[in-house]
């Protein structure tokens, strides 16, 4: 089975920055992409960023210019550093790994984090 670790959330003013980090593991598994989601209380999980392992990545427009996602992948980590931070990025942010399983590679799964919470304060 895959898991999927996040730290580095927590505490911080608007227009600051904090870096996250999430470790995924799994062997027998290749991590096809990897991403960051987020939710706020009463909203949808809607996409921040995400990366695949050639390093094409897609980012939510509300983050575009002010966050960059990158990926380790000999450790299966991804990174995003939040920068120029505002109110309205406080969430939970998810990590979220899309894998197949070495040797079938057809298949794949979704794999999520538990979360890890961001505030940013005015």
């Known amino acids: 089975q895959v898991q999927l670790v996040e730290f580095g959330g927590g505490l911080v003013q608007a227009g600051g920055s904090l870096r996250l980090s999430c470790v995924a593991s799994?062997?027998?598994?290749?991590?096809?992409?990897m991403g960051w989601y987020r939710q706020a209380p009463g909203n949808q999980r809607d996409l921040v960023a995400k990366i695949t392992r050639g390093g094409n990545t897609n980012y939510g427009d509300s983050v575009k210019g002010r966050f960059t996602i990158s990926r380790d992948n000999a450790e299966n980590t991804i990174y995003l550093q939040m920068d120029s931070l505002k109110p309205e990025d406080t969430a939970v942010y998810f990590c979220?790994?899309?894998?197949?399983?070495?040797?079938?590679?057809?298949?794949?799964?979704?794999?999520w984090g538990q979360g890890t919470q961001v505030t940013v304060s005015s």
């Open positions: 979220n790994a899309i894998v197949t399983e070495i040797g079938l590679d057809r298949f794949e799964y979704l794999y």
């Open positions: 799994g062997s027998g598994f290749r991590f096809n992409a």
